[in-house]
Protein backbone atom coordinates (compact mmCIF):
# COMPACT_ATOMS: atom_id res chain seq x y z
CA UNK A 1 0.00 0.00 0.00
CA UNK A 2 2.90 2.25 0.72
CA UNK A 3 4.23 2.09 -2.83
CA UNK A 4 0.85 2.91 -4.33
CA UNK A 5 0.11 5.80 -1.63
CA UNK A 6 3.81 7.22 -2.80
CA UNK A 7 3.06 7.14 -6.80
CA UNK A 8 0.07 9.05 -5.64
CA UNK A 9 1.99 11.33 -4.13
CA UNK A 10 4.33 12.02 -6.48
CA UNK A 11 1.46 12.14 -9.58
CA UNK A 12 0.03 14.53 -7.40
CA UNK A 13 2.84 16.58 -6.54
CA UNK A 14 3.71 16.42 -10.20
CA UNK A 15 0.43 17.96 -11.30
CA UNK A 16 0.47 20.52 -8.39
CA UNK A 17 3.40 21.79 -10.17
CA UNK A 18 1.98 21.96 -14.02
CA UNK A 19 -1.45 23.22 -12.75
CA UNK A 20 -0.62 26.66 -12.43
CA UNK A 21 0.90 26.31 -15.65
CA UNK A 22 -2.25 25.18 -16.93
CA UNK A 23 -4.01 27.88 -15.25
CA UNK A 24 -1.77 30.40 -16.69
CA UNK A 25 -1.93 29.75 -20.09
CA UNK A 26 -5.82 29.62 -20.47
CA UNK A 27 -6.67 32.83 -19.27
CA UNK A 28 -4.01 34.49 -20.99
CA UNK A 29 -4.86 32.84 -24.37
CA UNK A 30 -8.61 34.34 -23.30
CA UNK A 31 -7.24 38.00 -22.47
CA UNK A 32 -5.15 37.78 -26.09
CA UNK A 33 -8.34 37.57 -27.62
CA UNK A 34 -10.29 39.50 -25.18
CA UNK A 35 -7.69 42.26 -26.25
CA UNK A 36 -7.85 41.63 -30.25
CA UNK A 37 -11.89 41.76 -30.07
CA UNK A 38 -11.46 45.25 -28.25
CA UNK A 39 -8.88 46.55 -30.58
CA UNK A 40 -11.21 45.72 -33.26
CA UNK A 41 -14.07 47.26 -32.00
CA UNK A 42 -11.97 50.03 -31.41
CA UNK A 43 -10.83 50.27 -34.47
CA UNK A 44 -13.99 50.22 -35.66
CA UNK A 45 -15.64 52.83 -33.70
CA UNK A 46 -12.17 55.07 -35.09
CA UNK A 47 -13.52 54.62 -38.18
CA UNK A 48 -16.83 55.42 -38.13
CA UNK A 49 -16.36 58.82 -36.19
CA UNK A 50 -13.50 59.70 -38.54
CA UNK A 51 -15.94 59.10 -41.24
CA UNK A 52 -18.72 61.23 -39.80
CA UNK A 53 -16.22 64.42 -39.14
CA UNK A 54 -18.15 67.35 -41.04
CA UNK A 55 -15.51 68.90 -42.32
CA UNK A 56 -13.34 66.33 -43.95
CA UNK A 57 -13.00 66.21 -47.58
CA UNK A 58 -11.66 65.01 -50.35
CA UNK A 59 -8.80 67.13 -49.80
CA UNK A 60 -8.05 66.05 -46.70
CA UNK A 61 -6.54 62.60 -45.59
CA UNK A 62 -7.08 60.98 -41.71
CA UNK A 63 -5.96 57.57 -40.93
CA UNK A 64 -5.50 55.94 -37.66
CA UNK A 65 -3.80 52.74 -35.90
CA UNK A 66 -4.64 51.21 -32.56
CA UNK A 67 -2.25 49.68 -30.48
CA UNK A 68 -4.33 48.59 -27.32
CA UNK A 69 -6.01 52.33 -25.49
CA UNK A 70 -3.74 54.09 -27.84
CA UNK A 71 -4.97 55.48 -31.14
CA UNK A 72 -2.35 57.43 -33.16
CA UNK A 73 -4.04 59.71 -35.81
CA UNK A 74 -1.89 60.51 -38.96
CA UNK A 75 -2.65 62.07 -41.81
CA UNK A 76 -2.73 66.16 -43.63
CA UNK A 77 -5.71 67.94 -43.20
CA UNK A 78 -6.67 72.03 -44.81
CA UNK A 79 -7.39 73.36 -41.43
CA UNK A 80 -6.48 73.12 -37.73
CA UNK A 81 -10.47 72.09 -36.91
CA UNK A 82 -10.70 69.71 -38.45
CA UNK A 83 -7.41 68.06 -36.39
CA UNK A 84 -9.00 69.23 -32.99
CA UNK A 85 -12.38 67.60 -34.40
CA UNK A 86 -10.75 64.11 -35.06
CA UNK A 87 -8.83 63.87 -31.72
CA UNK A 88 -12.12 64.88 -30.06
CA UNK A 89 -14.18 62.44 -31.73
CA UNK A 90 -12.14 59.57 -31.48
CA UNK A 91 -10.84 60.34 -27.03
CA UNK A 92 -14.36 59.90 -26.31
CA UNK A 93 -14.49 56.25 -28.02
CA UNK A 94 -14.91 53.82 -24.97
CA UNK A 95 -11.50 52.16 -24.21
CA UNK A 96 -9.31 54.76 -25.20
CA UNK A 97 -7.10 56.10 -22.83
CA UNK A 98 -4.85 57.80 -25.31
CA UNK A 99 -4.88 59.49 -28.91
CA UNK A 100 -1.57 60.30 -30.07
CA UNK A 101 -2.50 63.21 -32.62
CA UNK A 102 0.22 63.44 -35.32
CA UNK A 103 -2.23 65.13 -38.06
CA UNK A 104 -0.64 67.75 -39.61
CA UNK A 105 -2.03 70.80 -41.36
CA UNK A 106 -1.03 71.69 -44.59
CA UNK A 107 0.06 75.51 -44.79
CA UNK A 108 -2.93 77.57 -46.63
CA UNK A 109 -2.21 78.46 -50.16
CA UNK A 110 -4.45 79.24 -52.98
CA UNK A 111 -2.27 78.43 -55.62
CA UNK A 112 -2.61 74.70 -53.71
CA UNK A 113 -6.64 75.03 -53.62
CA UNK A 114 -6.48 75.91 -57.45
CA UNK A 115 -5.02 72.68 -57.89
CA UNK A 116 -7.03 70.46 -55.91
CA UNK A 117 -10.16 71.96 -57.52
CA UNK A 118 -8.32 71.27 -61.20
CA UNK A 119 -6.84 67.47 -59.94
CA UNK A 120 -10.23 66.65 -58.39
CA UNK A 121 -12.04 67.58 -61.83
CA UNK A 122 -9.13 65.85 -64.23
CA UNK A 123 -9.96 62.70 -61.90
CA UNK A 124 -13.86 62.49 -61.53
CA UNK A 125 -14.58 63.76 -65.01
CA UNK A 126 -13.07 60.64 -66.23
CA UNK A 127 -16.49 58.06 -66.73
CA UNK A 128 -13.44 55.28 -65.25
CA UNK A 129 -13.17 57.61 -61.92
CA UNK A 130 -16.50 59.02 -61.54
CA UNK A 131 -18.35 56.03 -59.76
CA UNK A 132 -15.36 56.42 -56.66
CA UNK A 133 -16.79 60.70 -56.48
CA UNK A 134 -20.15 59.56 -55.56
CA UNK A 135 -19.75 57.58 -52.85
CA UNK A 136 -20.58 58.59 -49.38
CA UNK A 137 -17.05 58.74 -48.13
CA UNK A 138 -14.99 59.21 -51.86
CA UNK A 139 -12.03 56.83 -51.52
CA UNK A 140 -9.29 58.75 -52.96
CA UNK A 141 -7.81 61.70 -51.32
CA UNK A 142 -6.25 64.24 -53.19
CA UNK A 143 -3.31 65.95 -51.09
CA UNK A 144 -1.55 69.27 -52.35
CA UNK A 145 1.58 70.65 -50.79
CA UNK A 146 3.45 73.35 -52.37
CA UNK A 147 2.18 72.19 -55.81
CA UNK A 148 3.30 68.73 -54.94
CA UNK A 149 0.18 65.98 -54.84
CA UNK A 150 -0.33 62.81 -53.54
CA UNK A 151 -3.10 60.57 -54.22
CA UNK A 152 -3.83 58.17 -51.15
CA UNK A 153 -6.77 55.71 -50.50
CA UNK A 154 -7.94 52.79 -52.51
CA UNK A 155 -9.11 51.87 -56.03
CA UNK A 156 -11.08 48.80 -57.70
CA UNK A 157 -8.06 47.94 -59.65
CA UNK A 158 -4.74 48.75 -60.62
CA UNK A 159 -5.78 50.70 -64.11
CA UNK A 160 -7.72 52.59 -61.81
CA UNK A 161 -4.67 53.59 -59.85
CA UNK A 162 -3.18 54.29 -62.86
CA UNK A 163 -5.11 56.57 -64.52
CA UNK A 164 -5.94 58.88 -61.45
CA UNK A 165 -2.04 59.19 -61.65
CA UNK A 166 -1.86 60.33 -64.69
CA UNK A 167 -4.78 62.20 -64.27
CA UNK A 168 -3.52 64.25 -61.40
CA UNK A 169 -0.27 64.54 -62.85
CA UNK A 170 -1.80 66.57 -66.05
CA UNK A 171 -2.81 69.17 -64.52
CA UNK A 172 -1.21 72.09 -65.02
CA UNK A 173 1.16 73.75 -61.99
CA UNK A 174 1.60 70.51 -60.48
CA UNK A 175 5.55 69.79 -59.42
CA UNK A 176 4.92 65.96 -58.83
CA UNK A 177 2.38 63.11 -58.56
CA UNK A 178 2.94 60.47 -55.68
CA UNK A 179 0.53 58.02 -56.08
CA UNK A 180 -0.36 56.04 -52.65
CA UNK A 181 -3.50 54.55 -53.95
CA UNK A 182 -4.07 51.14 -52.73
CA UNK A 183 -5.89 48.71 -54.85
CA UNK A 184 -8.47 46.73 -52.82
CA UNK A 185 -7.65 43.45 -53.42
CA UNK A 186 -10.72 40.90 -55.24
CA UNK A 187 -12.31 38.33 -53.25
Known amino acids: MRRISSGFSIIALCLLMVAPVWAQSAPADQSSAGNQRMQERISQDVYHQLAMLPQLSIFDNVSYSVNGSTVTLIGKVRNAVLKSEAEDAVKHIEGVETV ?3 IQILPPSPNDDAIRRQVARAIFNDNRLFPYSVEAVPPIHIIVNGGHVTLDG ?10 AGLRANSVPGVFSVKNNLKVASSK
Open 100 to 102: NNQ
Open 154 to 163: AVNSQADKNE
